[in-house]
């Protein structure tokens, strides 16, 4: 069982840039993938950003390819989310969520992450 706790997301201006913490429980950390969706107002939820256990594979939306850069400290059970550029379309609740994979690859739907935090709220002013 994990446990996510996302850091507090917050009202922002275009422009901007704002970094998103995901601390998780456990003492299995690296052997999970880490991820983050985000779902807009009457939107799905869509994928953002995902890395290995290890931090060897990372992979990005198109929409943030460029302007995000996702992260983990293994010895702090964190992710991070740093979120550069920011537009008034990347406004969303933020999702952490975690993917138990022990080496095996890292997915980027929804429906392969077992372990979802509370979410967090960002909103970027035009």
């Known amino acids: 069982q994990v446990h996510l706790v996302e850091s507090a997301g917050r009202l922002v201006q275009a422009g901007s840039s704002l970094r998103l913490s995901c601390a998780a429980s456990?003492?299995?950390?690296?052997?999970?993938?880490m991820a983050w969706f985000r779902q807009a107002p009457g939107k799905e939820r869509d994928f953002v950003a995902a890395?290995?256990?290890?931090?060897?594979?990372?992979y990005y939306a198109d929409s943030v390819k460029g302007r995000f850069t996702l992260s983990r400290d293994n010895a702090k059970n964190t992710v991070y989310l740093q979120m550069n550029s920011l537009k008034p379309e990347d406004t969303a609740v933020y999702h952490c969520a975690a993917h138990y994979t022990a080496g095996a690859g890292v997915p980027i739907t929804a429906r392969d992450y077992s372990y979802w935090g509370q979410g967090t709220q960002v909103t970027v002013s035009s």
């Open positions: 890395v290995s256990g290890g931090s060897s594979s990372t």
């Open positions: 456990g003492r299995t950390f690296s052997t999970y993938a």
